[in-house]
């Protein structure tokens, strides 16, 4: 039930954000998103960033783990970080996986925590493997999406024929 508000620039450290539930605005470098459900983000030096539950709703579900070091240089030039904020990969457990992470490491052990390390890479991985491999997007939202494109600057889309066109409504 986190109702913080973060805005900041991340000086010495990175972070991997999870929101398991709830929508949040994040702005990165003032360019402003509303995330809705699980979702990814990563915070690092650089730009501002600031995030916060979105406007109408009165909490979200939030995790994260703030980190430094070396490993993340190798992580940042093989791609694996910094993410965009991107969805959570269909199908895989983050929830239980992002907390075995943050539950590895304060256990306060060398091989505690580097198992979580290598939890957390393994999210990392998977990340980005989500980021290589997108899902097929249903033949009506390619239909609609192409229509949209088709439009130039200033002309407004006809949506009631183009919801049509699908068996919409402009509504939906």
Known sequence: RCTHRIDKTFDDYQTLQFMAAG???LSIDA????????NFWSCYPGPRISFHVARGKKNWAHRYIAFRGERV???EDEGLF???PQPAPSGIQMDARFDRVLSLSRCGDRLSLVRGIHELEGILI???EARANPPEQPSW???VLSR????SDGEEPAYEALAGEVNMTAST
């Open 82 to 84: 910094p993410i965009a």
């Open 148 to 151: 949209l494109e088709a439009f």
């Open 73 to 75: 240089k190798r992580w």
């Open 31 to 38: 360019k402003l998103q509303v995330l809705s459900g699980p």
């Open 141 to 143: 939202l390619k239909k």
């Open 126 to 128: 998977d990340l980005a």
């Open 23 to 25: 929508e949040v605005e």
